[in-house]
C-alpha cells in the first residue's frame, strides 16, 4: 500500500511539473497576446520623390497628406506633411520608415513612428502574396489619456486601400503586444 501512494504521488508530482513546464516553455507560438488599438486610413502623395541608388539601395520618400485613425479607445485624423522615407533593397524587398503625427478628436497631438519591412512571397494559391508587417513606436503627451501609448510595444499590418487607384491611401492596423 505504502509504494503504490508513493508511486502515485512521484506520478501526480511528475504530471503537474509536466504541465507546468508546458505552459512556462519560452519558446510556445501562443507566449504573446494583443490588443486591437486603431485601424487608419492614411492618403499618401503618389509622385514619390525618388532620391536614387545608396550604398543600401534605391531610396525614395512618399508624402503623407491626412488620414483618419479610429479604435475601441481612440479617434482622429492624420495631420498632413508627415513622409514615408523608403529602401528598395537589393534582395527586392522594402524597409519603410514613416514618421507622421495624430491629431486626436479630443484635442491631442501624438507622433508616430511605423517601420515597416515589406517582402514578396508569392504562394500557389497567392502569386502576388505580399508580406507587410511593422513596428510602431508612438511619443504621446505626458497626463494625456494617450500616455500609456508610450510604454508598449505595437505591431501592425500595411495593406493598400481596395479603391487606391482612384483615392491613394494604405490601410495601417495596430495591435498593443501584451
Do not use: H
Request: charged share 25%.
Amino acid at each position: 500500500m505504502f509504494k503504490r501512494n508513493v508511486l502515485l504521488g512521484i506520478c501526480l508530482v511528475s504530471a503537474c511539473f509536466n504541465a507546468t513546464s508546458a505552459e512556462m516553455d519560452p519558446n510556445r507560438d501562443d507566449r504573446f497576446d494583443t490588443k486591437f488599438v486603431y485601424e487608419s486610413r492614411v492618403t499618401i502623395d503618389t509622385q514619390r520623390v525618388t532620391v536614387g541608388q545608396s550604398k543600401y539601395g534605391e531610396r525614395g520618400i512618399i508624402w503623407i497628406t491626412g488620414g483618419e485613425v479610429e479604435g475601441p479607445n481612440i479617434k482622429g485624423k492624420i495631420i498632413p506633411g508627415g513622409g514615408d522615407w523608403q529602401l528598395g533593397r537589393p534582395d527586392g524587398g522594402k524597409d519603410l520608415d514613416a514618421r507622421y503625427a495624430l491629431l486626436t478628436d479630443d484635442g491631442f497631438t501624438i507622433l508616430i513612428n511605423n517601420k515597416v519591412t515589406i517582402d514578396y512571397r508569392p504562394t500557389e494559391d497567392n502569386p502576388k502574396n505580399r508580406y507587410a508587417r511593422s513596428v510602431l513606436t508612438f511619443d504621446a503627451p505626458l497626463g494625456s489619456p494617450y500616455e500609456w501609448m508610450n510604454r508598449s510595444v505595437f505591431l501592425g499590418t500595411l495593406d493598400r486601400a481596395s479603391n487606391f487607384e482612384e483615392d491613394p491611401a494604405v490601410i495601417i492596423r495596430v495591435w498593443e503586444l501584451l
